[in-house]
């Protein structure tokens, strides 16, 4: 499959992709600036032994529980972030419900440390700094209650925010418009596969003809860009050649696409038999295939076709149940890259022109183009 296959389809609708793009981008830039602005501030606490636990022993071992207890700094942040506590603290301030509207409370402790870090965040800087400074006095104040060794006590006092931390304008544009970007494209080979799936399958990802088995022109000329570049570089022969097939009946029917067809599968498959591992078969046209030899000289491609010839002048076979047999017959010409200067079209014409001098001999000669003049060689006995 090609890469160059997308960006055709992309090229042939490119016009979608800024129609889906600029109004994702629009309504995104809408959405996060219709959302409100969010501060937050935070302040911490360190849980430590009481104050009047002045005996070393029960302070050293008080300060040896907090360490092992992680349930007690547990319990301290859970009871920070505490629906009760935000109550109270809504009741100390005297808020408004509309003041509360936002409001977020969040608590954790620091690992490896006796430290909780208490987190407000809320519609309006001022309102978010003493809510926070509200619930850690509400804090401190309920875990006095709770054990009589540990308490709670404020270490950093919450600031008023001075910038928003929501919603993050770069980001949300920046995802905005890769998501545009994506819904574009996503868009275009929709479009594409739901207007010609088939023409996709077999124009842009198939590399495989469907009527016959070989491989399409575009692949094979994209091989033979390949091979040419490898024999100019590695300085070793290869061969080109051109296989005309028609087929001959005993009635009067007159030529079809499908008998066509089904006279190169037949030629494709006697092919088949006589090519190497690395040599590509492809249909270059309605009735020629296209066969690339690396690494083989033209003398030893003409010889090569000789022997195909040969086996596909004894063809006979049957075509839909009728009466009578069609018999196959095949034209040769044969290009050998050489001439390490020349261009892909050059050396595709020089075979062309081996084939048109094969079928307009029609005496079954395999014709070589090969420095820069034809040779002929095998008759068939046909």
Same mark, same amino acid.
């Given at each position: 499959?090609?890469?160059? %296959?997308?960006?055709?389809?992309?090229?042939?609708?490119?016009?979608?992709?800024?129609?889906?793009?600029?109004?994702? $981008?629009?309504?995104?830039?809408?959405?996060?600036?219709?959302?409100?602005l969010?501060?937050? !501030?935070?302040? !911490?606490?360190?849980?430590?032994?009481?104050?009047?636990l002045? +005996?070393?022993?029960?302070?050293?071992?008080?300060?040896?529980?907090?360490?092992?207890?992680?349930?007690?700094?547990?319990?301290?942040?859970?009871?920070?972030?505490?629906? $009760?506590?935000?109550?109270?603290?809504?009741?100390?301030?005297?808020?408004?419900?509309?003041?509360?509207?936002?409001?977020?409370?969040?608590?954790?402790?620091?690992?490896?440390?006796?430290l909780?870090?208490?987190?407000?965040?809320?519609?309006?800087?001022?309102?978010?700094?003493?809510?926070?400074?509200?619930?850690?006095?509400?804090? +401190?104040?309920?875990?006095?209650?709770?054990?009589?060794?540990?308490?709670l006590?404020?270490?950093?006092?919450?600031?008023?925010?001075?910038?928003?931390?929501?919603?993050?304008f770069?980001?949300?544009?920046?995802?905005?418009?890769?998501?545009?970007?994506?819904?574009?494209?996503?868009v275009? #080979?929709?479009?594409q596969?739901?207007?010609?799936?088939?023409?996709?399958?077999?124009?842009?990802?198939?590399?495989?003809? @469907?009527?016959?088995?070989?491989f399409?022109?575009?692949?094979?000329?994209?091989?033979?860009?390949q091979?040419?570049?490898?024999?100019?570089?590695?300085?070793?022969?290869?061969?080109?050649?051109?296989?005309?097939?028609?087929?001959i009946?005993?009635?009067?029917?007159?030529?079809?696409?499908?008998n066509?067809?089904?006279?190169?599968? @037949?030629?494709?498959?006697?092919?088949?038999?006589?090519? @190497?591992?690395?040599?590509?078969?492809?249909?270059?046209?309605?009735?020629?295939?296209?066969?690339?030899?690396?690494?083989?000289?033209?003398?030893?491609?003409?010889?090569?076709? /000789?022997?195909?010839?040969?086996?596909?002048?004894?063809?006979?076979?049957?075509?839909?149940?009728?009466?009578?047999?069609?018999y196959?017959?095949?034209?040769?010409?044969?290009?050998?890259?050489?001439?390490?200067?020349?261009?892909?079209?050059?050396?595709?014409?020089?075979?062309?022109? %081996?084939? /048109?001098?094969?079928?307009?001999?029609?005496?079954?000669?395999?014709?070589?183009?090969?420095?820069?003049?034809?040779q002929? %060689? #095998?008759?068939?006995?046909?």
């Amino acid at each position: 499959m090609e890469i160059k %296959a997308y960006f055709r389809i992309l090229a042939r609708r490119w016009w979608i992709i800024p129609c889906i793009f600029i109004p994702t $981008l629009l309504a995104t830039v809408y959405w996060t600036y219709q959302q409100p602005l969010v501060y937050e !501030t935070v302040s !911490t606490f360190i849980i430590r032994p009481r104050s009047e636990l002045v +005996v070393d022993d029960e302070f050293v071992r008080a300060l040896d529980m907090v360490s092992r207890r992680v349930e007690i700094n547990t319990t301290f942040a859970e009871v920070a972030s505490s629906q $009760l506590i935000e109550n109270l603290a809504a009741e100390r301030l005297q808020l408004s419900p509309e003041q509360l509207k936002g409001i977020h409370v969040s608590a954790r402790v620091i690992g490896g440390t006796n430290l909780m870090e208490l987190t407000v965040q809320g519609r309006d800087p001022f309102v978010v700094a003493d809510f926070a400074g509200a619930v850690g006095i509400e804090t +401190v104040k309920y875990v006095s209650n709770l054990y009589d060794v540990f308490e709670l006590e404020p270490l950093d006092e919450a600031l008023i925010p001075k910038d928003p931390v929501k919603p993050i304008f770069a980001f949300n544009i920046g995802l905005g418009a890769f998501l545009g970007l994506a819904l574009g494209i996503g868009v275009v #080979f929709l479009v594409q596969y739901i207007q010609a799936p088939h023409d996709i399958e077999m124009e842009y990802f198939n590399i495989i003809d @469907r009527d016959t088995g070989a491989f399409n022109k575009s692949y094979f000329l994209l091989r033979l860009w390949q091979e040419m570049s490898r024999a100019k570089r590695n300085k070793y022969p290869l061969s080109l050649g051109l296989i005309k097939i028609e087929y001959i009946n005993s009635g009067n029917d007159l030529p079809s696409s499908s008998n066509q067809a089904e006279a190169l599968r @037949r030629a494709k498959i006697l092919t088949e038999k006589i090519l @190497r591992e690395e040599d590509i078969l492809a249909r270059f046209d309605t009735d020629i295939l296209a066969l690339l030899l690396p690494d083989m000289s033209g003398e030893k491609a003409r010889s090569v076709m /000789e022997n195909f010839m040969s086996e596909i002048s004894a063809i006979a076979y049957d075509v839909g149940g009728q009466d009578h047999k069609f018999y196959l017959k095949s034209s040769v010409g044969v290009a050998s890259y050489q001439n390490y200067l020349l261009k892909q079209d050059q050396f595709l014409q020089q075979a062309i022109q %081996a084939l /048109e001098s094969a079928n307009i001999g029609s005496n079954g000669e395999v014709i070589l183009f090969s420095n820069n003049h034809f040779q002929k %060689a #095998f008759k068939s006995s046909n």
